[in-house]
């Protein structure tokens, strides 16, 4: 159920053809018509799933979109210093109305095509466009409340590529290109249009998300695609920028105050649960994909006082806000996960990774009482928490800790292994032999793993009890399978 309803949405009018990216959320049941707002934290959770949906399936369809995600936040909604841009609006003005007076804004508009503009533009490549995306002379909108699309066309993926080859006597490969060639003309055109508005604000919390996807995306990438690091980079760089930005513009390490909100060269507003939450999440994604100590220990610090501000320790569970502000009458609890999840299931999460990288004796005790606290809500509406869910299956199958130590060629084909499984109980680190000896000294269970006669070793661990390293794909794919 769930690869299917990814693939809908990618293929559907939520997604964006175009640019990429995904709209909001989808307002009929075929996945149809969009409503056309863009919002980062979507992005980050979308390009997660997809991800792992690519791990799952072993179909290159679901990591090509979270690529195409990815490169889509790159363009639009990335700050020169690093950062990444909330969101951007669902209505514009539209094309045939700019520059009146009299001019104003309707949903999608930047994103809606007439069938005679694409003629126009297209030409000899209009038919297959038009064909691949469903485009009808009047319009193809299944409603339309608001009379906004009357004659224009939203664009979803209606035939596949292999029809289309067989209705215009040309080869897949063929009807491909043409596609490919159409989008960068059409993405052009597009650029002359009104824009929607975006929102430039940078929030902690969302960019921990998306911090977490483009570190994911590397991870991934380095070990899963052709051109190893080289094509896993500008998703790590990406991820390392965003956390150095926030490290230097969001964070003051002498007062240990995390601020939520930047724009315009100010930063204001203490964080809530959800910020220190989201940021941790990111930053052990991110030492995963490039095992910088320093993400891991501003990680624990970020824990170390989420938990001193916001902390239930009488019932268990984390306050959504510090109690500091007197206009706050009443602290809640956040215990639902929608659109975001709720701080403490992304809290729960964090700890066990964190307490399985680091040893705290704190940590599992908030983790079993939180879960305990939430026992009821997923007894009784499970589907409200789904993270919480998630975390609870994560506590009771336990995590795995899966070093891969580098020999003299690297760790290529081991870190391939890893890279195409899912493995949503695992917690991965490839490390170089330079680095080694400095993340002992905040990993001491890895100081003694060494290459066996020379060749990169893989080590899989439970409660930082190893078994045999093995150095073949093969059999590390075996070990994983045991383990799990």
């Given amino acids: 159920m769930v690869l299917r309803t990814l693939r809908a949405m990618a293929l559907g009018g939520m997604r964006d053809h175009v ?56 363009r639009e909604m990335t700050d020169p210093g690093g950062g990444f841009y909330s969101a951007e609006d669902a209505d514009s003005v539209p094309p045939e109305d700019a520059g009146s007076p009299a001019a104003h804004k309707k949903e999608g508009a930047f994103y809606l095509w007439r069938a005679g503009e694409l003629d126009a533009l297209l ?31 939203l664009l979803y993926v209606a035939r596949p590529v292999d029809d289309i080859a067989g209705q215009t006597a040309k080869t897949a490969a063929e009807v491909t290109d043409v596609l490919n060639r159409a989008r960068v003309r059409m993405f052009e055109h597009r650029l002359v249009r009104p824009r929607p508005h975006r929102d430039d604000k940078i929030l902690t919390a969302w960019n ?58 100010h930063a204001e507003i203490e964080a809530y649960a959800e910020d220190y939450a989201y940021l941790i999440f990111g930053l052990l994604e991110l030492f995963q994909a490039d095992v910088d100590p320093i993400w891991l220990e501003w990680a624990i610090a970020l824990q170390e006082r989420q938990d001193e501000l916001f902390w239930d320790e009488a019932a268990g569970g984390w306050f959504s806000t510090t109690g500091r502000d007197p206009s706050v009458l009443l602290r809640m609890k956040e215990d639902y996960d929608g659109a975001e999840p709720t701080a403490s299931s992304v809290s729960v999460l964090n700890l066990m990774v964190l307490s399985h990288l680091v040893e705290d004796a704190r940590w599992p005790d908030r983790i079993e009482r939180t879960l305990r606290l939430f026992g009821a809500r997923l007894e009784q509406a499970g589907r409200a928490v789904p993270m919480m869910a998630a975390a609870l299956s994560t506590f009771l199958a336990g995590l795995q800790q899966i070093v891969i130590v580098e020999g003299e060629d690297g760790a290529g084909e081991l870190e391939r292994a890893v890279a195409l499984q899912y493995l949503p109980f695992a917690i991965t680190l490839r490390v170089p032999a330079e680095r080694q000896r400095v993340l002992a000294e ?3 269970f890895i100081a003694a793993m060494r290459p066996v006669a020379g060749a990169a070793a893989a080590y899989v661990c439970r409660n930082f009890s190893c078994r045999q390293p093995v150095t073949e794909a093969d059999t590390l794919r075996q070990e994983l399978t045991a383990v799990s």
């Fill in 208 to 265: 921990g998300l998306m911090i977490a996807a483009f570190a994911r995306m590397a991870r991934v990438r380095r070990g899963a695609g052709a051109g190893g690091p080289a094509a896993a980079a500008p998703c790590l760089q990406a991820a390392q920028r965003a956390a150095a930005f926030l490290r230097e513009r969001m964070w003051n390490a002498g007062s240990r105050t995390l601020l939520r909100r930047f724009r315009d060269g």
């Fill in 19 to 74: 640019g990429g990216g995904f709209h909001r959320y989808s307002v009929d049941a075929a996945w149809r018509v969009p409503h056309f707002e863009k919002m980062l934290y979507d992005q980050a959770q979308l390009v997660l799933a997809f991800v792992e949906g690519a791990q799952v399936a072993g179909d290159p369809f679901y990591l090509e979109i979270a690529e195409d995600t990815l490169q889509y936040v790159l």
């Fill in 123 to 153: 030409e000899a490549d209009a038919a297959v466009v038009k064909l691949r995306f469903g485009v009808e002379p009047d319009g193809n909108a299944p409603q339309d409340p608001q009379q906004e699309f009357t004659g224009k066309n």
């Fill in 442 to 444: 905040s990993l001491p």
